[in-house]
DNA sequence: CTCGAACGCGCG
DNA sequence: GTACGAGCGTTCGAG
């Protein structure tokens, strides 16, 4: 079998041809004549059995491994790779030197500062502080320590000390660029020009080769190096840890430990375990075994730091071809995808692009930061200061506000001391403070309310001289029920405590939205400001049920837009000195998606001709035509719109107005505006019934290039799981189509990079401008280049950049990006899909591309 | 004292 | 019990 071969250089071709514009008709799946033949011939699966026959365990034989020491040996091994079109790779990583010093420096420094406590005591309270003192910087010292022999999976304090490559099962080579004991690689080379050898030669022979797949197990950590030495693992790739992860959760989700990380449990190591039975070498033991703190201590060339290194490749290659037997064997019929394809063409690809974000990371301003932090400190102070007057005045009691300003203590004034409403019990049956609560006590006070019931009392109308009514009068018995209650609630005396609650609540919303943006947004953000770099590298996974990213450590995902954030944590994040921010996002991306996978005309048409789907949903609700809908109308309807895609009911509606856009609606108004969006989009719930029946027979769904996701629940007795795994049916070919489809951008967006970074690169080597290089391969001048157009995050339907702050760098990386994003997904898809483009020096301060570009030429020519 | 559940809040 | 997806900081009570 030709592996290489099978994969084309173009995905997005190869996709489009493979798949269908529009879903196969599931009669096409049964083989003719006669539809109970096809059932004995194939029998029905049960849903979400995929019918997996899992291949036979290979034999393992004896090991082929050995160093290799010269460039001779690892151009001939190379070929090797080549002929055979497989490269499994894995780099061992050590403390760079620069690391390492400032390790030794602080761990003299702390070992002096412990050594001086020694001394005789003054007295007995001397000695105590003394012992204190002295657990304190041992216990630092032990953190930083930690955090030291850690430096090896970070790529800006770490170097790769060794390689290992394997083209075929049980065969091994290694390389030892840069170890302190045995033999190594080139030994008459300084180390640095040894390992850019071995880089140079990688990169030529394998990264760069078409006819190569490289495999690595967590590509994402191979990438980031490759990234650190200038280099990209260009397709054909293949990532066996994401295969195995994927195929096992749909085809044994059994076997997984955590379903919600499904790699908890599944490293190389416990899989090669449970897959071939094999107990591979433990890192720290081996580190252990010798008494040292990093691989590149102990020899590579021969024993056991030879064996560690090469079973990795060794390993990794077998699980390729282990899991690529299954994933061909996961598929979904009725659109024509198979996992094998969405793993090579999507997913697996996308490691790299994880790698490289992470590498990359965001630029931050300590500066900015620390400004605001006190501004912040302040406006919290103060409003703690006057929240603790005003209880003391009211009940003479203190409040402990805690950092949240939701404590017990909270609770206990509020509704203990003062009696004031409670709005909705939490989901424990619990106070809540939350910010629809506070919404609701406001809102009662304000009209002397006991609680939310009375609410409807308010639009009672009453007869004209209702105020002389007396309790038990004639006329009070012709008033109605709710009458009678609505006269009852207008002769209430006001809450006694209704003026000094409503400055409480307003404080505690003031106080508690300062907590959220200084813990999680800027110290929980700093915190994880890497010290060589300066920027927040924040870590993403693809372990998410809709295929979409996650970020954590901290999460990239979730920095506070400009309107909902008073300190501005958005323009924390800036480019470097000389470079800019580009930032391009999909436009009403998930809508857009909605309106294929549904067929809606409404919405196709909308999306065709430029139209504007909130004012016409804005039209289908009030009744009126669409040119008399109101600005207000409008923005009424985007929640409705949002919803619908989600499913969504006119409990979760009404809430959404609520907390977002500060209107109380009846639950009947916000039946009204679901039944209106869902009848001017009919298509859609159409769609959404018939997905849920389409995944009640499969057992899942899956996304446009072919990831599954398993709904167990969907034929469940239980009607709020089932009814909940109907919505996630809908929902998901959605959200995760919009997954894949950023992935696939960001993919060729990686490739791209790696293109014009290689055209730079041979053009130094050859002392040549990479513009006439490229003329003479007859390729596109380099356009996204490593070190000048650098991806840095993703969120969603977005993808931040920094670039070269030069408007010619700018202008050719947006139109490319921005061409990129905006193809068809697949061939036939109804409606245009839209990118737009902006740039900023921070993240809080963008403007549009085009005037910019304008400013800064005019500028250039001025100057 | 540690750990995890509950709560609440930021994002698309 | 009433919307899809996700992470994280704080509080509080159980062990």
């Not at 157009?789 to 339907?797: G, K, L, Y």
Request: glycine share 8%; net charge negative.
């Amino acid at each position: 079998m030709k592996l290489g071969g099978l994969f084309g250089n173009m995905p997005q071709k190869t996709l489009a041809k493979a798949l269908p514009a529009k879903p196969a008709d599931s009669s096409q799946l049964l083989p003719l004549p006669g539809a109970a033949l096809a059932r004995a011939i194939a029998p029905k699966k049960r849903p979400g059995d995929f019918g997996v026959v899992w291949p036979t365990i290979p034999q393992q034989q004896v090991k082929d491994y050995k160093a290799i020491l010269t460039q001779a040996e690892l151009e001939a091994y190379a070929d090797r790779c080549e002929a055979l079109g497989l490269c499994s790779f894995d780099w061992e990583t050590a403390a760079s030197k620069a690391a390492r010093e400032a390790f030794a420096a602080y761990k003299a420094e702390m070992e002096t500062k412990i050594a001086n406590l020694d001394g005789f005591p003054m007295d007995e309270k001397d000695a105590k502080e003394r012992a204190a003192l002295k657990k304190e910087y041992e216990a630092q010292l032990t953190t930083t320590r930690e955090a030291y022999l850690m430096t090896p999976l970070d790529p800006h304090q770490s170097e790769v000390c060794t390689v290992s490559l394997a083209a075929a099962p049980h065969e091994s080579r290694v390389v030892p660029i840069d170890h302190k004991a045995g033999r190594i690689f080139e030994p008459t080379l300084s180390r640095e020009a040894a390992r850019k050898l071995v880089m140079d030669t990688l990169d030529r022979r394998i990264f760069r080769n078409r006819k190569v797949v490289k495999i690595a197990v967590n590509l994402s950590f191979e990438t980031k190096f490759a990234a650190k030495y200038g280099k990209y693992i260009l397709l054909p790739v293949a990532d066996p840890l994401v295969m195995w992860v994927r195929c096992l959760q749909v085809a044994d989700p059994k076997r997984l430990n955590d379903l919600k990380k499904p790699a908890t449990g599944w490293g190389l190591k416990p899989a090669t375990k449970a897959v071939f039975g094999v107990n591979m070498g433990e890192f720290k033991e081996l580190l252990a075994k010798y008494g040292v703190d990093f691989f590149d201590e102990i020899a590579a060339d021969s024993g056991d730091g030879l064996v560690y290194s090469a079973e990795d490749a060794d390993y990794g290659l077998q699980h390729y071809l282990y899991w690529k037997q299954i994933a061909i064997q996961i598929k979904d019929d009725r659109q024509g995808t198979n996992y094998d394809t969405w793993l090579h063409e999507i997913e697996m690809p996308f490691s790299r692009v994880i790698g490289l974000m992470e590498y990359n990371g965001m630029g931050w301003d300590n500066h900015l930061a620390q400004m605001k932090r006190e501004e912040a400190w302040s406006i919290q102070t103060e409003a703690a200061n006057e929240i603790n007057q005003l209880s003391k005045e009211a009940v003479g009691m203190e409040i402990s506000l805690g950092k949240t300003g939701k404590t017990n203590s909270v609770k206990y004034v509020l509704f203990n001391m003062m009696n004031l409403p409670k709005g909705k019990p939490t989901d424990k049956g619990g106070i809540s403070l939350d910010e629809e609560a506070l919404i609701d006590i406001k809102f009662m006070l304000e009209n002397n309310l006991e609680d939310l019931t009375e609410e409807k009392l308010l639009s009672v109308k009453l007869p004209e001289g209702w105020e002389s009514y007396l309790k038990d009068s004639p006329e009070w018995y012709e008033l109605g029920k709710d009458q009678r209650a609505a006269v009852e609630l207008r002769n209430r005396p006001p809450h006694p405590f209704k003026d000094v609650g409503l400055r409480m609540l307003e404080l505690m919303g003031r106080y508690q939205k300062m907590n959220t943006l200084l813990s999680s947004h800027v110290d929980g953000r700093e915190k994880w400001q890497n010290p060589v770099t300066g920027k927040i590298h924040a870590s993403y996974t693809p372990w998410t049920d809709t295929s979409r990213l996650n970020s954590m450590k901290p999460n990239g995902q979730n920095v506070p837009r400009l309107e909902n954030d008073e300190l501005g944590v958005r323009n924390f994040y800036v480019a470097g000195p000389g470079k800019i921010l580009f930032f391009i996002d999909f436009s009403g991306f998930e809508l857009r998606i909605l309106a294929w996978k549904s067929g809606d005309k409404v919405m196709i048409e909308i999306f065709c001709t430029g139209g504007d789907m909130h004012r016409k949903t804005g039209a289908a609700i009030t009744n009126k035509p669409e040119s008399e809908v109101t600005k207000q109308e409008r923005t009424d309807a985007k929640p409705a719109n949002f919803g619908m895609a989600y499913g969504g009911t006119e409990h979760a509606l009404q809430k959404t107005i609520k907390t977002d856009y500060g209107q109380r609606k009846t639950l009947a108004e916000c039946a009204v505006m679901v039944d209106g969006t869902k009848k001017a989009y009919p298509g859609v719930p159409v769609f959404q019934h018939e997905i849920a029946m389409q995944a009640r027979e499969d057992g899942f769904v899956s996304t446009i290039y072919g990831y599954i996701r398993l709904l167990p629940d969907i034929n469940s007795t239980n009607t709020y799981y089932r009814q909940s795994a109907g919505r996630q049916a809908a929902n998901t070919p959605i959200q995760g189509t919009a997954a894949d489809v950023m992935k696939k951008a960001q993919n060729e967006v990686y490739e791209e990079t790696g293109r014009g970074t290689n055209l730079v690169f041979d053009a130094t080597e050859k002392g040549m401008n990479p513009v006439d290089l490229a003329r003479e391969f007859g390729e596109a001048p380099p356009i996204l280049v490593h070190g000048k157009t650098d991806m840095e995050a993703q969120i969603h339907d977005e993808m931040i950049f920094e670039m070269d702050d030069d408007p010619d760098v700018v202008e050719a990386a947006w139109h490319w990006v921005q061409a990129t994003m905006t193809k068809p997904p697949i061939e036939g898809f109804p409606v245009p899909i839209e990118a737009e483009a902006s740039v900023g020096y921070a993240w809080g301060k963008k403007m549009s591309v085009e005037k910019w570009l304008e400013e800064k030429r005019a500028a250039q020519k001025g100057a």
